[in-house]
């Protein structure tokens, strides 16, 4: 095709920053940090970039919604050093965590059901329990319990000869239920009003809207990723198909900018 536009078109930082939104220190930084590979350099010693530099900013850009910063960074990196298979592995631990967190929001919507359809009995039961028991049942540590404890999200009462805390079904449940919301990404002070929600109304109709919006997020979070597959993709196969078997997604490019 004549010219190859991989070394005929010259972009600035300035073209590629305002290309995606972004500012000329982010696509230094991005540099710097292995994210894009490194620029050529004028005998003046400015940057100059290329339309590769820019596919692989676009292939960033696009992985970060659902893979996070650190992840995304550490796919481009991968494929710019030519380890394809690192950045397919980062990928599928990615893909892994969301059926993970998938299976972690059945198990709260379960558990939900469970407790909507039982509910708790007031008085002394014979399902109470300590709090090493509970620690161990949840496969967490007892200073956990404690610090949920702290935070008011589990409510233990205090046996009047030992002082040992003992926990009924409801704050079983409470535990239960904050431990889930823990693995399915929420912060402390957020579960706070959920379970407060909880003791007030009982069931599941408290966290309808919260599991909808959870359902919401991992929706999100499934189609922003094959968003950054076909953007990694196409970088990769616009570095197959190069006119000069350049691979710029996968190889350092040239040593120095044509002239200006």
């Not at 991968?78 to 059945?106: C, K, M, P, Y």
Request: proline share 8%.
């Amino acid at each position: 095709m004549g010219q190859n536009l991989q070394s005929a078109v010259r972009l600035r930082p300035v073209d590629l920053a305002r290309g995606h939104g972004l500012s000329t220190q982010a696509v230094r930084n991005y540099e710097d940090a292995g994210i894009l590979p490194a620029a050529v350099r004028t005998p003046s010693g400015y940057r100059v970039y290329t339309p590769w530099h820019a596919r692989a900013l676009r292939a960033f850009l696009a992985l970060v919604p659902g893979h996070g910063h650190r992840t995304a960074a550490a796919i481009m990196r991968a494929v710019h050093d030519g380890a394809t298979g690192e950045a397919f592995r980062l990928i599928d631990e990615s893909h892994a965590q969301l059926l993970d967190d998938r299976r972690t929001l059945r198990a709260v919507e379960q558990a939900l059901r469970d407790l909507d359809s039982t509910g708790p009995s007031p008085g002394p039961r014979p399902g109470d329990t300590f709090v090493g028991p509970l620690a161990a049942r949840l496969r967490i540590r007892p200073a956990t319990l404690r610090t949920w404890e702290r935070a008011g999200l589990v409510r233990p009462r205090r046996d009047p000869q030992t002082g040992y805390r003992v926990y009924d079904e409801a704050a079983q449940r409470d535990a239960q239920l904050t431990h889930q919301l823990r693995r399915g990404g929420y912060l402390l002070e957020q579960i706070g009003p959920l379970i407060d929600r909880v003791r007030t109304a009982g069931g599941l109709e408290p966290l309808e809207a919260t599991l909808h919006e959870w359902h919401g997020r991992l929706t999100d979070r499934g189609r922003a990723m094959l968003a950054g597959a076909a953007a990694l993709e196409a970088c990769l196969r616009a570095d197959e198909g190069s006119e000069d078997g350049q691979r710029p997604c996968l190889s350092e490019p040239p040593a120095a900018a044509p002239p200006a």
